[in-house]
Nanobody, 128 residues
Framework: QVQLVESGGGLVQAGGSLRLSCVAS????????VGWFRQAPGKEREFQAA????????YAADSVKGRFTISRDNAKNTVYLQMNSLKPEDTAVYYC?????????????????????WGQGTQVTVSS
């Protein structure tokens, strides 16, 4: 099994930036797709971005595309989410997740149930 630990969250003013990190231990993520999701209070977990094993990316919608950038560093077994031009509506707990099994484990997905391992989350709060 793999353990995922997110970091980099915090309090930032609107228009600011944060870079979230997702560090894996126990198993290499080199062949796995990794996704970032967020969950605001009272709302369902929401897909943000995913990166496939070969660096291919998938983003949720125009609202984050262009502001959020997902990337991976296989040497560090780490996936990043760079978030720029943050808005108050970006406030949420952000989770990373990895696909670990199945024939499509290396392809990014927007569906939470296709991910096998989740981190504990990191809080992002954007003030207006």
């Amino acid at each position: 099994q793999v353990q995922l630990v997110e970091s980099g969250g915090g309090l930032v003013q609107a228009g600011g930036s944060l870079r979230l990190s997702c560090v894996a231990s126990g198993r290499t993520l080199r062949m796995s797709a990794v996704g970032w999701f967020r969950q605001a209070p009272g709302k369902e977990r929401e897909f943000q971005a995913a990166v496939s094993w070969n660096g291919g990316t998938l983003y949720a919608a125009d609202s984050v595309k262009g502001r959020f950038t997902i990337s991976r560093d296989n040497a560090k077994n780490t996936v990043y989410l760079q978030m720029n031009s943050l808005k108050p509506e970006d406030t949420a707990v952000y989770y990373c997740a990895a696909r670990l099994k199945g024939p499509s484990m290396h392809i990014g997905s927007r569906w939470p149930n296709e991910y096998d391992s989740w981190g504990q989350g990191t809080q992002v709060t954007v003030s207006s």
